[in-house]
């Protein structure tokens, strides 16, 4: 198993209020992702980082920031968080390159936003 | 853009039943496609994939053929077992940044 860990495991939080999520790799992977999964949606991207400091938005970001100071770590904000951010979300992570390149996922962050 | 639809589920089907998880795809140029596996409580686990036209990915028994010409990459197993039981997600890959594309997911139950 890809070395994936994602902190907290389970959060309940109110709305308005910041939350952050972690993820930490141990395998020196370039490319790290955070998705949010929801009945009928399957995943969706939010933001992905292509290196430290490096970091694009993907199909749902608003609402989310995100930051990478180390190889290891990404991390997503919930600057002010709304009910409709409950959701589960995965880190993943990938070697590079293009296209071809297999994603590896963590365990998920179940968020819930009251 | 790219996308990806796959059939909806939920599938329920009898021990030793023939699996077909129907996929097709949207996309420019040429992506790899994938199909992930999501037991209770998990993250998404890599099941096969297949980066070309024509190629066959296969594992624990599954396997998926990445067909041009219907754009398709249906997921299959001659014989399925109760622990099989999970979702699986078709997926391909996508510019820019390697970003992923997922179905919604199809959720399997088989039973004894």
């Known amino acids: 198993d890809a070395g994936i860990t994602q902190s907290p495991r389970h959060k309940v939080t109110e709305t308005g209020t910041p939350v952050t999520l972690r993820c930490h790799q141990t395998?020196?992977?370039?490319?790290m992702y955070w998705y949010r999964q929801d009945p009928g949606h399957g995943l969706r991207l939010i933001h992905y980082s292509y290196g430290v400091k490096d970091t694009d938005k993907g199909e749902v970001s608003d609402g989310y920031s995100v930051s990478r100071s180390k190889t290891e770590d990404f991390l997503l904000t919930l600057e002010s968080a709304t009910s409709s951010q409950t959701s589960v979300y995965f880190c993943?992570?990938?070697?590079?390159?293009?296209?071809?390149?297999?994603?590896?996922f963590g365990p998920g962050t179940r968020l819930t936003v009251l | 853009g790219d996308s990806v639809t796959q059939m909806e589920g939920p599938v329920t089907l009898s021990e030793e039943a023939f699996l077909t998880i129907n996929c097709t795809y949207t996309a420019t140029g040429y992506p790899s496609l994938f199909w992930y596996v999501q037991y209770p409580g998990e993250g998404l686990q890599l099941l096969l994939k297949a980066t070309k036209a024509d190629d066959k990915g296969s594992n624990k028994g599954f396997e998926a053929t990445y067909r041009k010409e219907t754009t398709s990459f249906h997921l299959e197993k001659g014989s399925v077992q109760v622990s099989d039981s999970a979702v699986y997600f078709c997926a391909l890959t996508g510019d820019p940044g390697n970003q992923f594309y997922f179905g919604t997911g199809t959720s399997l139950t088989v039973i004894p």
């Open positions: 395998e020196n992977h370039r490319y």
């Open positions: 993943a992570i990938s070697e590079g390159g293009p296209r071809a390149d297999t994603q590896y």
